[in-house]
């Protein structure tokens, strides 16, 4: 927890530190995961919370960049032997994302994130909850896409996908990257 952190810190820092003449706002966030991890074609998707806090830096009149710091739901449900078993990852996810805004009221956005593994567990229908964490990577890295609507000044309606680039599974050698789409509302102080 101290590394992600000290990275929102380090990246609120460089917006501080730009040179560039711009506004900063800073907000809150929430909505829907659906997940799923690439390799498992006959899974279901998990369907979980996301949440958190950014913090908005207008660059110029089209150009925003926003770090944000979340609570990422992800995993997937999956069928193994006749029974129904979720695998609930739980991460701290930083991206670090660019906006363009072609209109005043709507924008695009893209950039990196990386996601630091907090927690993992399988929960069998019917069954006990174990702890599977030791079977995942501690990190991954990823690219976010997406785009938002200003309902008002202050309020914005978001969705995203965000593409796993790297390995999540320490499991087998089967590569196994996370999938990610989220709707939310975000609300930003001004």
Known sequence: MKVVTMLFIAAVGLLYASNVKGQTAFGVKAGVDISSLSANEDAKSRISP???IFVHRTLNKYWCVQPELLYSGEGLKLRVNGGETTWALSYIQIPVMIQFYPTKQVYIDF?????LLIGAKE?????????????????QFGIGL???IKATDNVIIYGRYNF???DVADYDATVQRSKVGQVGIAY???
């Open 146 to 148: 997406g785009a938002g």
């Open 164 to 166: 796993g680039l790297t």
């Open 50 to 52: 996301h949440g958190g």
């Open 123 to 139: 929960n069998p229908k019917g069954g006990i909850e174990r702890d599977i964490k030791t079977l995942f990577s501690t990190a």
């Open 188 to 190: 930003r102080f001004d």
């Open 111 to 115: 950039g990196p994130q990386v996601g």
